[in-house]
């Protein structure tokens, strides 16, 4: 298992809809956001967060691409799920290892994110 350092003020979070996005709880999900740039993290909010739940329910493959996407993107210190939620496990199928393997970086998710940090500690 590898470990990532912690992150520091200043390092790149993106927050990606690996399930639902920001139609589900907006404000919550807004004062999250707002918490983090408190903390001196750069918030960078991926569009698939912005979709709404039928594209987001649909869309699986894509948000699988947006979270693969932004683990390879080096100048993101860590990625953070904007929600849990059963959806999730739909994006599994379409993850491909070796792009997460390469890339590993920080993972943060609440509530449903079970299958996915499983998924990703099983890659080590």
């Known amino acids: 298992m590898r470990t990532p350092e912690p992150l520091n003020q200043d390092d790149k979070v993106r927050i990606v809809a690996a399930s639902g996005g920001l139609q589900i709880f907006p404000a919550t999900l807004r004062r999250g956001f707002s918490r983090l740039e408190s903390l001196g ?10 979709k709404d739940t039928d594209w987001l329910n649909s869309n699986a493959k894509k948000k699988a691409e947006a979270l693969m996407d932004a683990f390879e993107d ?8 904007a929600t ?3 959806e999730q496990i739909r994006l599994l199928r379409h993850l491909n290892p070796r792009r997460m393997e390469r890339n590993p970086t920080r993972f943060y998710g609440i509530s449903d994110n079970t299958c996915l940090t499983t998924y990703l500690w099983n890659l080590g």
């Open 41 to 50: 993290l750069e918030v960078e909010v991926d569009e698939t967060v912005e």
């Open 74 to 81: 080096r100048s993101v210190g860590g990625v953070i799920a």
């Open 84 to 86: 849990g939620g059963d």
